[in-house]
């Protein structure tokens, strides 16, 4: 395996890239060139795909956390979070050319996310055998974290949905504000302010 070091603002990703698929150099040198950085302060929207490259684009998450949302008859509902080293965007289906609801990405940290064109994943995949090797275990990873998501949004019981939840992300339990939390497990502010009470309380010690 090549060891990057972190010396150029996307090794970050190549870091990650490198730790699931062993990397050439022309390939690590391609990505150098054709990803760059952005920053986005919080609370604030990430720039629309149109804005940063036409064709398209998925962002890897370097710092910060990031939320996916739609908007269905003026209801916000997070459908998404990540964050630091995993990828956020549109997975493209071939099948379909517009999707029925269109995500927007919102930074709930100071965040910095480097922006990977799909022109350019589309130009590794021709060129570099191990892009292929590489984009399967990334849509494996995805595909279970779209399991993961789908199944905690079929848990009946809010109570078992929240703990499921900080299972399933430790690293982000207690970063996502409230109401987006609520949103994305599909209960009431007030109810899992009423659950997380009562999880604090099962959690002290006993005298």
Not at 57 to 85: H, Q, Y
Not at 91 to 114: C, H, V
Not at 121 to 131: C, G, H, K, T
Not at 152 to 181: C, D, M, N, W
Request: aromatic share 10%.
């Amino acid at each position: 395996m090549i060891m990057v070091a972190a010396s150029h603002e996307s090794d970050p990703l190549i870091q990650f890239l490198n730790s699931l698929q062993p990397l050439s150099e022309e390939l690590i040198e391609g990505a150098r060139k054709e990803t760059f950085k952005i920053s986005v302060r919080k609370n604030n929207m990430l720039p629309p795909f149109a804005e940063l490259v036409t064709e398209g684009c998925l962002f890897f998450v370097v710092k910060g956390l990031v939320r996916a949302f739609v908007v269905d008859e003026g209801k916000d509902i997070t459908t998404w979070l990540t964050d630091e080293n995993d990828f956020i965007g549109n997975i493209r289906n071939p099948g379909a050319f517009k999707p029925t609801f269109e995500e927007q990405y919102q930074a709930l940290e100071d965040s910095e996310l480097l922006v990977l064109p799909y022109r350019i994943v589309d130009d590794m995949y021709a060129q570099f055998p191990e892009a292929n090797v590489l984009a399967r275990k990334l849509l494996a990873i995805q595909y279970h974290m779209s399991q993961e998501r789908s199944i905690l949004s079929r848990i009946p019981s809010a109570e078992a949905r929240y703990k499921q939840f900080k299972i399933g992300h430790p690293t982000i339990k207690s970063r996502v504000p409230l109401k987006f939390l609520a949103s994305y497990l599909g209960m009431r502010i007030e109810t899992l302010s009423r659950i997380r009470k009562k999880t604090k309380i099962e959690g002290l010690p006993q005298n």
